[in-house]
Nanobody, 122 residues
Framework: PLAESGGGSVKAGGSLRLSCVAS????????LNWYRQTPGKQRELVAR???????TYAESVKGRFTISRDNAANTVYLQMNSLKPEDTAVYLC??????????????????WGQGTQVTVSS
């Protein structure tokens, strides 16, 4: 029930804003996270926002990336500034302990979006 958008190709120093829309009625959620994945490397937690609005960031992105959410729109954002080539990855949205429904379908657990590619050239 998660769909990311906003990826693309930019030059170093540029900015992108990623969006992740949750297409369901959310009854409760522990946190929304942005991860990134590059070939041959472990998936990395980039940013996290909890249900009470607390945010945490990977050391590598602190001061450059900002996670935020719009509860009314069921959307979480990742604003990425001062991008570096090492930020190149597939970025994935994750819902941690999501409970909700869409029509007759109930969602209860951890869910992932399909990912969006971010490419930063030097």
């Amino acid at each position: 029930p998660l769909a990311e958008s906003g990826g693309g190709s930019v030059k170093a120093g540029g900015s992108l804003r990623l969006s992740c829309v949750a297409s369901l009625n959310i009854l409760s959620i522990n946190a929304l996270n942005w991860y990134r994945q590059t070939p041959g490397k472990q998936r990395e937690l980039v940013a996290r926002i909890t249900s009470d609005g607390q945010t945490t960031y990977a050391e590598s992105v602190k001061g450059r990336f900002t996670i935020s959410r719009d509860n009314a729109a069921n959307t979480v954002y990742l604003q990425m500034n001062s991008l570096k080539p090492e930020d190149t990855a597939v970025y994935l949205c994750n819902a941690d302990r999501l409970y909700g429904y869409s029509g007759v379908t109930t969602y209860d657990g951890d869910y992932w979006g399909q990912g969006t590619q971010v490419t930063v050239s030097s």
